[in-house]
């Protein structure tokens, strides 16, 4: 369940591993803050550390439970931060969204993943830069903010570029329906929406300084973080009218390739229309028929046959339906 645990005095991190209660001690000494990873616990294994950190009821229950909507949330002193995390897989076409709560006060930050959120590299990362790990847990906040919103913008990449593929099938000579694809690509954008657009609002309630965990040092950090949201968040609303364009394009197309189908079947059917009539006027055994007895009535009648065939044919090529 502990992934790591470790406490930070003046941007460097202590040497050594922590239990629980240690890591509870040196959370409230003060001059440090301690930052706890866990994965995917369970009610039982979360208990200690939610009294060891007095964590509020509600946060605990929505930590333990995941599936929330991102948001931001003051309990007493501890700030709760729900994010979303996302990854494209490209092979697949598909967004993989987990989750990550976050438990920020002055002394600790314990972090709770679900999914695929591995926040390994943003520890590492952060502990490279004394200088701004010094102002305690809410640049730890800040570093996760900014690896999810990252990886928010390298996910959008990845659906542009399937987007743009999508849009050339449809226009291009080649009879393929792409319809599949683009509804499973709007139902994946619709998660990447729902994901991202909720946070936006959290995030500004932060830089607006309505939260004292952040110092206002930070401020201008997690308004880059905002400015990077709110440019994936028009990408999305961009990604959305592109695919519902494609979508009207596409069936605008299969429209256009049936008319087509219909007036060459049509043409077709004309002019076969004319050797199936004359063979089944002269199959009809009368005694009396035109150019019965007559030596060259069969290859005149094949010669009529072909001849109105012929202009058939040319007339509907001219109308463009063959």
């Not at 990873?37 to 009610?43: A, K, V």
């Not at 929406?193 to 830089?207: G, N, Q």
């Amino acid at each position: 369940m502990i992934v790591d645990c470790a406490v930070y005095e003046q941007g460097h991190r202590r040497d050594g591993r922590l239990t629980i209660d240690e890591a509870g001690r040196a959370s409230r000494e003060g001059e440090a803050f301690v930052w706890l990873g866990l994965l995917e616990p369970t009610e039982e294994e979360f208990e200690s550390i939610a009294r060891q950190f007095d964590l509020h009821e509600l946060a605990v229950e929505d930590a333990i439970k995941a599936h929330q909507r991102p948001k931001v949330e003051l309990y007493d002193d501890t700030l709760f931060v729900v994010l979303k995390t996302a990854r494209y897989v490209d092979s697949e076409e598909v967004i993989e969204i987990g989750e990550v709560m976050l438990f920020v006060h002055p002394g600790f930050i314990v972090t709770v993943r679900h999914g695929e959120a591995d926040l390994a590299a943003v520890r590492a990362r952060i502990e490279g830069r004394p200088d701004l790990l010094c102002h305690g847990s809410g640049m730890a906040l800040y570093a996760i903010l900014d690896h999810v919103v990252d990886g928010y913008e390298v996910t959008a990449q990845g659906v542009d570029d399937d987007i743009q593929e999508v849009e050339r099938q449809v226009f291009s000579e080649e009879r393929v329906n792409p319809v599949e694809r683009i509804y499973k690509l709007e139902r994946e954008v619709l998660d990447f929406h729902a994901a991202v657009s909720p946070l936006e609002p959290a995030v500004d309630a932060i830089v607006r300084g309505h939260y004292e965990v952040v110092p206002d040092e930070l401020r201008e950090y997690f308004r880059d973080v905002h400015d990077h949201l709110r440019r994936v968040s028009r990408r999305i609303g961009d990604f959305r009218e592109l695919l519902g364009s494609a979508l009207h394009a596409n069936l605008t197309q299969v429209s256009v390739r049936q008319n087509e189908d219909m007036r060459k079947i049509s043409a077709w059917v004309a002019i076969l229309a004319v050797p199936t009539m004359v063979a089944g006027l002269y199959g009809m055994n009368f005694e009396h028929m035109p150019e019965l007895k007559w030596r060259f009535g069969y290859p005149a009648v094949l010669v009529l046959i072909a001849v109105i065939c012929a202009v058939l044919y040319r007339r509907f090529k001219r109308a463009g339906w063959l």
